[in-house]
């Protein structure tokens, strides 16, 4: 009786699979311009989050699986967790996959608009946060993900992938306040992918006050009313070579809050109506060896402010480069910057000033220099 249990034992084992998986990174970060001042630190997690997950698969038969993601996000210098202190912040999730009929998950997860738009930026693909957009206004580099969220990703068939999320907002009464939902599409023939996304938010604000446990909660980039995103971009890749072209707009109705601001919000006197963004981006990549690429992006972003008092209209220029050395198959190092000059709009407020994302502090003037040098090790 013991041997057929083992044997049953044994092939009920090999029809499941967990992995263990991580990466690590810290680097050096110097700052040429932090409210008037040079800054000095060590940061973890610019380009490639530093975190620790699990992920595994059971087969139930007929092509379908069941599956599920638990990944913790964490600072290297402190070991505090990230994501506003979530054990498994970055993903949490569980669901069913099929060969034929695509998946379907359930969980804290990305949203369509990071998995079939943010690969085709440079920040969401090959490099990380500095790259950002202003204030990460798309979310290109997943500031927030998405509670409460149910998922469907669907097979690929000729080259292209949907995707469609609906996120709750748990509150009684309450069905539409602090609740999200989107879709994208992905189409890849050989070197070419093109990639587009819809997004929309409702009533991000309630996240800290009366719905804490709604679909974007406390790691929400905006507070406001409504916040829709829409990004569209294209990569061409041949030989050792990638370039790339990406536009996102994003609408922020009635905002009261910037995750990114660290003064002024609200212009003298008055109250914000609506932020909008259009941004343009640039990029390129080329790799001198299989180990060995340099990636270059600029990207122009305009903006519209209308308030009670007035209307706005502040521009940024970035660019921003990266040389990376792959020092084996999970150990790389590199060495990047990025150079952003804002042209004010004298709104009295933080939009005011250059603010790279990840430099120390925002510019106590237009224009705002970013170096960091870091080591990655994945496992």
């Known amino acids: 009786m013991l041997l057929p249990a083992l044997v049953a034992a044994g092939a009920a084992h090999a029809q499941s699979s967990v ?3 991580g990466k690590i ?9 932090a409210r008037g001042n040079d800054a000095y630190q060590l940061e973890s997690g610019y380009d490639y989050g530093s975190r620790w997950g699990l992920k595994g698969t059971e087969d139930l038969g007929g ?11 964490f600072d290297v210098n402190t070991g505090k967790n990230g994501q506003g202190g979530r054990e498994f912040g970055r993903q949490a999730f ?25 690969p085709l930026t440079a920040n969401g693909n090959w490099t990380g946060y500095i790259f950002s957009h202003p204030y990460d206004n798309d979310n ?115 905002p009261t809050a910037n995750a990114y601001f660290t003064g002024v919000t609200q212009p003298a006197g008055g109250t914000w109506d609506a932020w909008k963004f259009d ?9 001198f060896t299989h180990a060995l690429y340099l990636g270059a992006a600029y990207t122009y972003t305009q903006a519209r402010l209308t308030s009670t008092v007035g209307s706005f209209n502040p521009k940024w220029h970035q660019l921003s480069m990266k040389l990376n050395y792959d020092l084996s ?45 870091a080591i990655i090790h994945g496992f």
């Open 63 to 73: 092509g379908t699986k069941a599956v599920f993601q638990l990944e913790n996000g």
């Open 140 to 254: 290109t580099d997943y500031s927030f993900r998405v509670n409460n969220a149910v998922k469907y990703v669907s097979p690929t068939i000729a080259g292209f992938t949907g995707e469609a999320m609906y996120a709750f907002s748990n509150q009684a009464g309450g069905f539409a306040n602090n609740r999200l939902y989107g879709f994208g599409a992905q189409y890849q023939n050989g070197g070419l992918q093109i990639g587009a996304s819809y997004l929309k938010i409702n009533n991000a604000s309630a996240a800290a006050t009366a719905n804490s446990s709604g679909a974007v909660t406390s790691d929400n980039t905006f507070n406001a009313r409504s916040q829709q995103n829409i990004g569209i971009g294209v990569n061409y890749s041949f030989s050792n070579v990638l370039v790339g072209f990406a536009y996102s707009h994003v609408d922020v109705y009635d």
């Open 279 to 287: 941004n343009f981006e640039l990029s390129g990549l080329y790799h």
């Open 19 to 21: 992995m263990l998986y």
């Open 329 to 373: 198959p999970r150990t790389s190092v590199y060495l990047e910057g990025a150079y952003q000059r804002a042209i004010s709009a004298h709104t009295g407020t933080d939009f005011d000033y250059a603010n790279i994302l990840g430099a120390a502090d925002l510019s106590s003037g237009r224009n705002q220099m970013l170096y960091r040098v």
């Open 94 to 118: 569980v669901g069913l996959a099929s060969d034929r009929f695509g998946t379907l998950t359930l969980g804290r997860q990305y949203d369509p608009s990071v998995d079939m738009f943010s």
């Open 25 to 33: 990174e810290d680097g050096f970060n110097y700052t040429s311009n």
